[in-house]
């Protein structure tokens, strides 16, 4: 059995689950998701608990297992704390602002960058240099971050770019004089 699969997802209070047939739906202070995860595996609410079962031990199935599993948790916890990405922007000239529903960055282009946040998706600036993205979504909230990230990722030489808080840039030793 999957370690992660048969591990049972407690479901807290003011958080609503239903499943019908494949399709999972959580609803939450926060919002509300779905998810439609495989056929093979069947979801169960017993006693605030999310229970998933595979029928065979199939690879596939033990596969799909653990990642419903992820999935449901991933939700509950979305629409009861939510997520967060952390970045800042580093470099001459380079800084954001809010204007809005869209992100506004100047990165060293002719032209600033605008980014209108897609729905359910919410981004703040609470310095010029950080942007926070934040969201019920794991998976939303990790691709805005990444399409932002996209328009500078860091250099190795410098560093200059949009990162992560969390992100280690390797940096590379310049040219050497003779």
Do not use: C
């Amino acid at each position: 059995m999957s370690r992660i699969g048969r591990k049972p997802v407690v479901v807290p209070a003011g958080v609503e689950v239903t499943v019908n047939g494949n399709v999972v739906a959580v609803k939450g202070p926060k919002g509300q998701l779905q998810q439609e995860i495989s056929k093979n595996l069947t979801v169960e609410v017993k006693e605030g608990e999310v229970v998933v079962t595979r029928p065979t031990d199939s690879r596939e199935d033990r596969a799909q297992h653990g990642l419903a599993r992820t999935l449901i948790n991933n939700m509950i916890v979305g629409v009861t704390q939510g997520f967060e990405k952390k970045m800042e922007l580093i470099g001459v000239g380079y800084k954001a602002e809010k204007k809005g529903n869209t992100l506004v960055m100047n990165l060293g282009y002719s032209h600033p960058v605008e980014m209108v946040d897609p729905e359910g998706i919410t981004t703040e600036v609470p310095k010029a240099t950080e942007i926070v993205v934040k969201g019920a979504d794991k998976a939303l909230v990790g691709n805005y971050a990444a399409n932002i990230r996209a328009w500078r990722k860091p250099e190795p030489y410098k560093g200059k770019g949009i990162k992560y808080v969390d992100e280690v840039i390797r940096r590379k030793e310049g040219k050497t004089g003779k």
